[in-house]
């Protein structure tokens, strides 16, 4: 497993200790580890259950810092254009951030994104897997000539996880290039899948 890690030129160092609001946890999702389960609504308001989809499906489960910030909108959109090539090799994606569904709800209409946003705005989700998280902020956006302040609860690190199909983490990367996150990520999945078959 942590040879698909090194393939992918992505690290799989330990995860290092959560700060929320001033409390430290010491909370480490390694490498062959079972996943944390969580679930949310989602930004078109469905409940995602990964207890649904691991098992039957390669989960992609990618936490991002803000919605409709450049380097995050990057990542997001490469992850959209090589979706379909995620979904042939057997993989579904969901990215996490510390926005409101309805942040995600814009994000993905002006980015035209086509995978589950989930809303963290408290950093819930984020902590069961180690993430590191600091304060919230805002941004200001321009939608339709009318200026709009996007605020989140949270701003999380950008790492990213791959869950097999029998539960396990079998990919981490804590050092995540926003713009290869996605190929990368689809070169792994794709090496996971044919040494399942």
């Not at 409709?68 to 490469?78: H, I």
């Not at 069961?128 to 609860?153: H, M, Y």
């Amino acid at each position: 497993m942590r040879a698909l890690c090194w393939l992918a030129g992505l690290s799989c160092l330990p995860l290092l200790a959560v700060t929320v609001a001033g409390e430290k946890s010491e909370v480490i999702v390694s490498v062959g580890d079972l996943s944390p389960q969580f679930e949310a609504i989602d930004e078109l308001g469905n409940v995602f259950k990964s207890a649904d989809r691991v098992g039957k499906k390669i989960v992609v489960v990618y936490f991002y810092p803000a919605d409709l910030t450049g380097a995050c909108t990057k990542q997001a959109c490469g992850y959209r254009d090589r979706c379909e090539e995620l979904a042939q090799s057997g993989a579904e994606i969901v990215g996490i951030s510390g926005d409101s569904a309805a942040n995600h709800a814009l994000f993905r209409k002006v980015h035209a994104l086509n995978f589950a946003l989930l809303p963290d705005e408290n950093g819930k989700i984020a902590g069961t897997f180690g993430v590191p998280l600091r304060d919230g902020d805002s941004i200001s956006w321009s939608v339709e000539g009318e200026e709009k302040r996007l605020t989140r609860g949270v701003t999380a690190a950008r790492w990213t996880f791959i869950i097999g199909l029998d539960g396990r983490i079998v990919h981490k990367n804590t050092s995540v290039d926003p713009a290869e996150d996605s190929r990368n990520v689809l070169e792994a999945v794709r090496q996971l899948a044919a040494s399942t078959r």
